[in-house]
């Protein structure tokens, strides 16, 4: 497993972004920085932006203004694929898998990039030692060895969410988002899907969007919180408890 | 969690890798054998003309199948590699190239390929009913170009060429049609190898993954547009693959090869085979070849036959025929294959007795006012009789009854070894 990326400048760095559909503004001066190996939790209500955060980071959504950075380096306005490319991967919240095709399959498919195979029509996928391998090996951590060639869209739904996880870490990126790893999930499978992604993020820079708050504060190195598409505050997770202003916007109302 | 243990879970048994190869020399095999067994010069031209329809058809299936691409216009490809292979023969001839007859079908390839080369990157910028409507477009624009650029198609009579004028290779003039037909077999074979390995390559499985989740591919790095488009070009090459082989066995292209007829016949030998095998276009293309061949001869209706079964396909067997084959292979490795079959025997009775009701109301209605015989498996309606309205009326409702009930028995006997079949871990 790779290490985090030495040097200076954070692994994500937002700054001063907002989003607007038309008149509305969605997400408005938007900061964030998250360290590089940081494990960074974004918490918030319901309909704060959280989802649009990570679509605006992982270029699925392009921002209104402002700039997005990952290592330093501008990625604002850049194709999801291109930012894939420089080693950020994101999970979606609901399970955004390839249906019809294996789990073995799924899981294939995001390592052929990272491997250098690309477009290549004049290689045989399956005689590919280290893609074989990396394949295998990710199925492994997953649990999902037993269920390799079940169609992706017959697993069930937490298994899903496992395999959902394997194809976002299995480019090797640097720098992993996880939008709601554990939503739906019973609390066996909450702790067992919590484990699989300490684990597999070992050394590696997260940010995760989270509603269950012992997995947040049980997780994160640091929490920023969301509020109708402004950070009001950031830091660790005791900073985060007794902040006067998120007890006020968000714990306060849901958590007691 | 080691390199020794995770090869171990990928490995083949020696089993598989025989019976793969098994088929293909098989298939081989059966194309070598076919002339010798129906040697009439009828059966010949069937054979000849199913090749080339299983070489577009898979050409379709690299679209349709593995990229989700839905086109209505794949034709215009199969007629322009067309085009191209009688342009490069009469330019073979009059130049006096030494290039023998079996490399034709690659210009036409070629003729194929550049042209989805060039409209191909405009038209998979995006999937869907998007790229549907342009290839819709592009079809009809391409064909009635090539009635109004009558240098490069030769107007209605199109572009003639003359086979046998090229030079000899190992002694074959390629006059005689059994000649063509090894031609096109060889090229059947060649493509049909190239295009099963284009599926095992990372841009084959990355086609399906466009085909399934487009908007998840780009969060693995790939762009789908780009995945879109190649697919598109070996579509492309193959369909002009499919075209040169029917120039060559005509001798002749126009402007017939490129309009929607064509592109709508691949779909639909496409889809009745199946979309989601390999090997389904090939049944389908023999098929509905067969079928186009066969019907013409008997009945003026054979299009509204075409329908009937195109619709039933789509409503009770999305899968095609290919697909309803593979339905019973974890049937047949659970050993619960035979509790089913008692119930497909009782249902061909009705089944059958409700074709027939459906193929005589059909044929009555258009045969009534040229008063022509019915001849139905060799008995003899008359369709202005109501004797023969009777008949068609009991059989279509007695008969859509009774399969009802026999159908119902059959989704109840599936279901039973579905069951058995998941237990013993053969069906997930």
């Not at chain 1, 937490?158 to 790893?181: F, H, K, N, W």
């Not at chain 2, 080691?2 to 088929?23: D, H, M, Q, W």
């Not at chain 2, 409700?354 to 109301?361: E, H, Q, R, S």
Request: hydrophobic share 50%; with cysteine.
């Amino acid at each position: 497993m790779s290490g985090a990326v030495s040097g200076k400048s954070p692994a994500i760095e937002v700054h001063a972004v907002e989003k607007r559909f038309g008149n509305v503004g969605i997400i408005r001066d938007l900061n964030l920085s998250v360290a590089q190996g940081e494990r960074h939790a974004i918490i918030g209500p319901n309909g704060a932006g959280k989802s649009t955060t990570f679509n605006l980071i992982s270029g699925h959504i392009k921002p209104t203004s402002g700039e997005v950075r990952l290592n330093g380096d501008l990625i604002s306005g850049l194709q999801p694929f291109e930012i894939n490319r420089r080693g950020l991967s994101r999970s979606f919240q609901v399970t955004n898998v390839f249906a019809r095709m294996s789990v073995w399959e799924n899981v294939r498919c995001a390592v052929l990039w990272a491997t250098g195979h690309r477009y290549a029509f004049w290689k045989n996928v399956d005689s590919l030692p280290e893609v074989r391998e990396r394949t295998a090996q990710i199925l492994d951590d997953i649990h999902l060895t037993h269920r390799r060639d079940v169609p992706a869209g017959l697993l069930t739904y937490a298994e899903q969410r496992e395999l959902e996880i394997g194809i976002t870490i299995a480019s090797g990126a640097t720098v992993v988002m996880l939008d709601e790893p554990t939503a739906g999930m019973s609390h066996a499978e909450t702790d067992r899907a919590v484990s699989l992604i300490r684990r597999l993020t070992e050394g590696k820079t997260l940010v995760i969007v989270e509603h269950d708050m012992s997995v947040v504060f049980g997780l994160a190195d640091r929490i920023s919180v969301l509020v109708y598409g402004h950070i009001i505050a950031s830091g660790t997770p005791e900073e985060i408890r007794r902040d006067p202003k998120v007890k006020e916007a968000y714990l306060g109302e849901e958590a007691h | 969690m080691t390199a020794a243990t995770t090869s171990s879970v990928t490995a083949k048994p020696a089993g598989e890798n025989l019976r793969f190869y098994g088929i293909w020399l098989i298939g081989i095999a059966a194309l070598i054998v076919l002339p010798q067994v129906f040697s009439s010069g009828g059966s010949l031209t069937s054979f000849s003309l199913i090749g080339i329809a299983i070489v577009f058809a898979l050409s379709y299936n690299i679209l349709l199948g593995q990229t989700g691409l839905l086109s209505f216009g794949h034709a215009v490809h199969y007629g322009l590699g067309g085009f191209a292979a009688c342009h490069m023969m009469n330019a073979v001839v009059s130049r006096g190239w030494p290039i023998p007859l079996p490399f034709i079908p690659l210009f036409g390839g070629i003729g194929g390929l550049v042209f989805a080369m060039i409209i191909g990157w405009v038209m998979t910028k995006r999937a869907g009913t998007v790229f549907a409507m342009i290839s819709l477009g592009i079809g009809e624009l391409v064909a009635s170009s090539s009635l109004i650029l009558r240098s490069v198609f030769g107007g209605e009579s199109g572009i003639t060429t003359d086979r046998t004028a090229l030079p000899k290779m190992l002694g074959w003039s390629f006059g005689p049609q059994l000649q063509v037909y090894y031609l096109i077999s060889f090229w059947l074979v060649l493509s049909a190898i190239a295009m099963y390995a284009l599926t095992r390559t990372p841009l084959g499985r990355i086609s399906n993954a466009v085909r399934d989740n487009p908007e998840r591919v780009q969060f693995i790095g790939y762009d789908p547009h780009v995945v879109r488009y190649l697919a598109y070009c070996f579509a492309g090459f193959f369909a002009g693959v499919a075209g040169g082989l029917t120039a060559i066995n005509f001798e002749i292209a126009n402007s017939a090869l490129l309009g929607a007829i064509q592109s709508g016949l691949v779909l639909f030998s496409t889809f009745i085979g199946g979309t989601a095998f390999f090997f389904g276009p090939i049944l389908g293309a023999i098929l509905v070849t067969y079928l186009q061949l066969g019907l013409t001869n008997l009945t003026t209706a054979w299009q509204l036959y075409f329908g009937i079964i195109f619709i039933g396909i789509v409503m009770y067997a999305p899968g095609g025929i290919a697909g309803l084959l593979m339905m019973h292979r974890p049937l047949i490795r659970a050993g619960t294959l035979w509790t089913v079959i008692p119930s497909y025997l009782v249902a061909i009775v009705p089944t059958v007795a409700l074709a027939c009701g459906v193929i005589l109301t059909i044929e009555t209605v258009a045969r009534y006012s040229g008063g022509d015989p019915i001849n139905l498996f060799g008995i003899p309606f008359n369709p202005t009789s109501p004797m023969t309205w009777l008949t068609a009326a009991v059989l279509v409702v007695g008969g859509a009854f009774v399969a009802r009930l026999t159908w119902r028995r059959i989704a109840e006997a599936w279901d039973r070894a579905a069951t058995v079949a998941r237990d013993r871990g053969y069906l997930a």
